[in-house]
């Protein structure tokens, strides 16, 4: 892989150091180019609250699952990288559910029959172990640096050093990978050559972050650590998220009206928690709770879709900065680990031309992108109140049984084939939807030959049926 002499190696510019861009410049560096890493902020500590705004969804805790696990485990590094990585995070398994009331348990409700599990991971500590196996290789990283230009023709990015001096500062590459998230340099700058769609939308809801501290006297969880735990209200919810650390990080996601609503008062805080989220009070601890709203700011979530993804054979757009998306699917991160994964699928099946591996990438990219941010848009619905309706949990109970007992038909649950699959997203919401047909048909069925059978002589055919089919 590393075989080309240094005055022939191909060289790369990675634009962004958060998590996609990290491991792409882990990707390019082990496939033998000259890769340099180039961060607008700064590299002590990436969470500071003046990097916050640099992008929006920093804080909320990553879940990785199947497609991030993925994407590290193709990297070519013997697996060494994914299993630092998933030492440090702490399996879900399903979400629990809670009224809100203290003293009530939450329901559980499983995310896979299998027991296949998600992980919460910390999103520092993952950039930092990222950043760390960079350190390692023949990488440059060059942090306060923001890109001011792009000249795609002569090959150039210009950045501004971002110490206080301003010295700007050219740089030649024979190809640009931007992973600058939402709010992306690379893309702003890429549509000055490129025709790009580009849509971007803010919902109405806007979050802010909680933390829910250890037990005093334990020093361990408060709550069940193995679940995301959900707060439901229709409108606006509250969810927690287990840290290594023995934490929650916690999130309060609620319309701009209802923030306004309570304003800067106190007594207005804690009504509006005791009436919706009593329990999250006492785990919490009221000045806290008091504390941390007062304090945390109340920021906007932002969905975008563009295509196509690339120039020529000089630049190219991955991660948020191609299809930044509401956090409600936890497959912002897993995406972007796997964009990166799919790139080098193009580039290595296209050995002779950057410009046919990016016009593949692209076309076959676009659509799984704008699919997932569609998709995690759906689930903000679901999680903050289908996930109390007795529809969904008895379509979600039969798609499960007929996974768990008749796996030959195919059925599985969208969250299962999302989260726990590599099976394109295009295809995910294909294959959902002939189910739910195909489900709808022979349910409408039943029920006409129940009409005039009887529903005992359904059920008997069923069993009948089923052991037929080797089901026990």
């Known amino acids: 892989m590393d075989s080309e002499s240094p005055a022939t190696r191909k060289k790369v510019i990675v634009v962004g150091a958060g998590p996609v861009g990290a491991l792409a410049a882990l990707y390019f560096s082990h496939a033998g180019w000259e890769v340099e890493v180039y961060e607008l902020r700064g590299v002590i500590d990436l969470r500071l609250p003046e990097n916050l705004s640099l992008n929006f969804s920093k804080s909320i805790n990553l879940a990785l699952s199947e497609r991030g696990i ?34 009530e348990k939450g329901e559980s409700q499983k995310y896979d029959v299998h027991g296949n599990f998600i992980r919460s991971a910390d999103r520092a500590r993952l ?15 060059f942090f306060h640096h923001g890109l001011r230009g792009l000249n795609l023709d002569a090959n150039t990015a210009e950045f501004e050093k971002k110490d206080g001096s301003g010295e700007k500062v050219t740089v030649h590459a024979d190809l640009i990978v931007g992973a600058d998230g939402a709010h992306s340099a690379t893309r702003r700058l890429l549509q000055k050559s490129v025709r790009m769609y580009y849509e971007q939308i803010y919902i109405e809801t806007l979050w802010q972050e909680y933390e829910i501290p250890p037990h005093k006297e334990t020093g361990d969880f408060k709550i069940d650590a193995n679940h995301l735990h959900i707060w439901p209200k229709k409108d606006f919810m509250f969810i927690a998220i287990p840290s290594i650390d023995k934490t929650f990080t916690c999130t309060l996601f609620m319309e701009q009206w209802r923030f306004d609503a309570i304003g800067e ?34 920021l906007p979530l932002i969905s975008i879709k563009c295509r196509p993804y690339h120039y020529k054979d000089r630049c190219v757009i991955i991660g948020d900065a191609a299809h930044a998306m509401v956090p409600f699917y936890g497959q912002g991160m897993n995406a972007g680990f796997e964009d990166v994964s799919v790139l080098f699928e193009h580039i290595n099946e296209n050995p002779g031309s950057m410009a046919d591996a990016l016009d593949s990438y692209s076309a076959y990219r676009v659509p799984d992108g704008h699919m997932i941010n569609e998709l995690a848009m759906q689930n903000h619905i679901e999680m903050r109140s289908a996930v109390t309706s007795k529809t969904y949990l008895l379509r979600k109970a039969v798609e499960e049984a007929l996974y768990a007992h008749v796996p030959w038909l195919g059925v599985r649950t969208m969250y299962s084939m999302v989260s726990f699959s590599n099976i394109r997203y295009t295809e995910v919401v294909e294959r959902a939807r002939r189910q739910r047909m195909w489900l709808n048909v022979t349910g409408a069925g039943l029920l006409v030959m129940g009409s005039f059978w009887g529903i005992k002589n359904i059920v008997r055919m069923g069993i009948i049926w089923m052991v037929k089919a080797g089901v026990r």
């Open 127 to 141: 950039n930092v172990q990222l950043l760390d196996a960079l350190a390692l290789k023949d990488v440059k990283l």
């Open 70 to 103: 993925n994407g590290l485990k193709n990297l070519g590094d013997g697996g060494k990288l994914l299993e630092e990585v998933l030492s440090e995070t702490i399996p879900m398994y399903g979400r629990m559910i809670h009224t809100g009331v203290p003293g």
């Open 265 to 298: 008062s106190k007594e207005d805080l804690l009504a509006f928690f005791k009436e919706n989220f009593e329990e999250v009070i006492d785990l919490v601890g009221e000045e806290s709770l008091v504390e941390q709203y007062m304090n945390h700011q109340k």
